[in-house]
Nanobody, 123 residues
């Protein structure tokens, strides 16, 4: 599975950005798609995820009600709409894919990763 992320940039606090991730290759093996972020000096953290069919989603508490993850099955893309951005959202954002089937939505152990895209929110 190959993942290509895009859409990062610089935005003022309160603004919006939309990230997109195009998936190719053996995408049928990936039941879960997720977005993660890593700020300087911090560990990579789960932001949001969606099942491949787009039926189930999961969000980190810090982004609930501000971020929305969605999937376009026809285009094999996963998007992350980020609204009401805060300076603490500044990080490199990564999309990722994971196979398998889990009772709880997986927030770690993803198998495939795209390159990161920088999101910077100025105060």
């Amino acid at each position: 599975v190959q993942l290509q992320a895009c859409g990062g940039g610089l935005v003022q606090a309160g603004g919006s950005l939309r990230l997109s991730c195009a998936a190719s290759g053996r995408t049928f093996s990936s039941n879960y798609m997720g977005w993660f972020r890593q700020a300087p000096g911090e560990e990579r953290q789960f932001v949001a995820g969606i099942t491949w069919r787009g039926v189930s989603t999961n969000y980190a508490d810090s982004v609930k009600d501000r971020f929305t993850i969605s999937k376009d099955n026809a285009k094999n893309t996963v998007s992350l709409q980020m609204n009401s951005l805060k300076p603490e959202d500044t990080a490199v954002y990564y999309c990722a894919a994971k196979g398998g089937s889990y009772y709880y939505f997986p927030t770690g152990g993803y198998d495939y990763w795209g390159q990161g895209t920088q999101v910077t929110v100025s105060s």
